[in-house]
C-alpha cells in the first residue's frame, strides 16, 4: 500500500450515512479523509482506499509498514465507537475481529482483516452450524467476563425503540393482505420478557454481511451494536434476519440445539422481529416487505411446514 492520502468519500457512502443519520452528518464526512490520515498518520499506518460498504461508518483498508492487512474504521456516532470497540475488548480471542488500535478523539479504530480482504475469505459448507458455535462462544464470554458499564440494554431498547415504533407504524401504515399474521404476532410482542439466567453481551446485528470468515474457514462476526440482554435475541435475529426467507427453520434448529432454548421460545421472538421488520419495510417501501411477510406467516402458523 504506497497510497498515503484519500479523497473524498463516495457519492454512495454519503448517501448511505445521511440517509442513516440525516443531513448533519455532512460536516463529519468531509472531515473524515483527515481524521483518517491523521490515525494513519498516529499508528504508523500505510493508507490504501475506501471500502464502500456499511450504513453508519467509513471504512479504509490500511496496512503496517510489515504488511499486515487492516481496517481503519471511523465512526460517525461517538457512542456508537465506545460500544462496539468496547464490545470488541471484551470478546477479545473470541470469534470477532481484533481491535489493533483505538483513539476516542478520533473516533477512529484500526482492526484486524478478517481473511486477508475486507469482505473475508470463502465461506465454508457448514456456514450455518460453524456459525451457531462461534455465536454461543460470543455469549458465553458475554456471561463470563467483565461487561462494560455503559452498554445499553436490551430491555431498554424493547421498552423505549421497539414497542413505540410498532405502535406508532400500526397506526399509520397499511398493511394490506398480512393484517392476519400481523395481528396474530402483535401479541407476542406486548407479552415479551427476557430471562435474566440468559443474559449475556448480544451482538444485536447478525446479517449475513456481518458474519466473515478468516484463512481457515472460522467465522468472525464484526459491527457489533452491542447491547446486554437475553440471548434469545440475537439467536432470533439470526434465524429471522441472516439470509431472510431462506433456511430459517434450519437456523431454528441450529440455534435450539446449540443453545439449549426451547423452539417455542425462540419462534417467538422471531415473530415480533419478524411484524417490527415488516413495518419498517412497509413504512420504507422496502422491496423484502412480501419476504418477510411470508416468513411472518410462516411462524405465526400453528403447524409451520419447512421453509428452506
Not at 448517501?15 to 463529519?28: A, E
Not at 462494560?148 to 421497539?162: C, F, G, K
Amino acid at each position: 500500500m504506497e497510497k498515503r492520502t484519500l479523497g473524498e468519500v463516495s457519492e454512495e457512502c454519503r448517501r448511505r450515512l445521511v440517509t442513516h443519520y440525516g443531513p448533519g452528518v455532512s460536516g463529519w464526512l468531509d472531515a473524515v479523509p483527515t481524521l483518517m490520515e491523521r490515525a494513519a498518520e498516529r499508528w504508523r499506518l500505510t493508507l490504501g482506499a475506501y471500502h464502500d460498504a456499511g450504513h453508519a461508518s467509513v471504512v479504509v483498508t490500511a496496512g503496517t509498514f510489515d504488511g499486515r492487512p487492516l481496517l481503519l474504521k471511523a465512526w460517525a456516532d461517538p457512542t456508537r465507537f465506545r460500544n462496539e470497540v468496547n464490545a470488541l475488548h471484551l470478546w477479545a480471542g473470541g470469534p470477532t475481529a481484533g481491535v489493533v488500535e483505538a483513539a476516542d478523539d478520533l473516533a477512529v479504530a484500526a482492526l484486524e482483516m478478517i481473511g486477508g480482504s475486507p469482505g473475508g475469505g470463502e465461506r465454508p459448507p457448514r456456514e450455518i452450524p460453524t456459525v451457531a458455535v462461534a455465536l454461543q462462544g460470543l455469549h458465553t464470554f458475554g456471561r463470563r467476563r467483565r461487561r462494560p458499564r455503559d452498554l445499553p440494554s436490551l430491555t431498554t431498547y424493547l421498552h423505549q425503540e421497539v414497542r413505540l415504533r410498532v405502535r406508532r407504524r400500526l397506526e399509520s401504515v397499511d398493511v394490506g393482505p398480512w393484517q392476519e399474521p400481523v395481528d396474530a404476532a402483535l401479541p407476542t410482542l406486548v407479552a415479551m420478557e427476557e430471562d435474566s439466567a440468559r443474559s449475556t453481551v448480544l451482538h444485536a446485528d447478525l446479517y449475513r454481511e456481518n458474519i466473515l470468515f478468516d484463512w481457515l474457514g472460522h467465522p468472525r462476526l464484526i459491527d457489533p451494536l452491542p447491547m446486554v440482554g437475553d440471548a434469545a435475541f440475537d439467536w432470533a435475529f439470526w434465524a429471522v434476519y441472516y439470509d431472510l426467507g431462506h433456511g430459517t427453520d434450519a437456523r431454528l434448529a441450529a440455534a435450539a440445539r446449540i443453545s439449549h432454548i426451547p423452539v417455542p421460545v425462540l419462534t417467538s421472538w422471531c415473530r415480533a422481529l419478524a411484524l417490527d421488520g415488516l413495518l419498517f419495510y412497509l413504512d420504507t417501501g422496502d422491496p423484502r416487505a412480501p419476504r418477510i411477510a411470508g416468513l411472518l406467516a410462516w411462524l405465526s402458523a400453528p403447524t409451520p411446514r419447512n421453509r428452506s
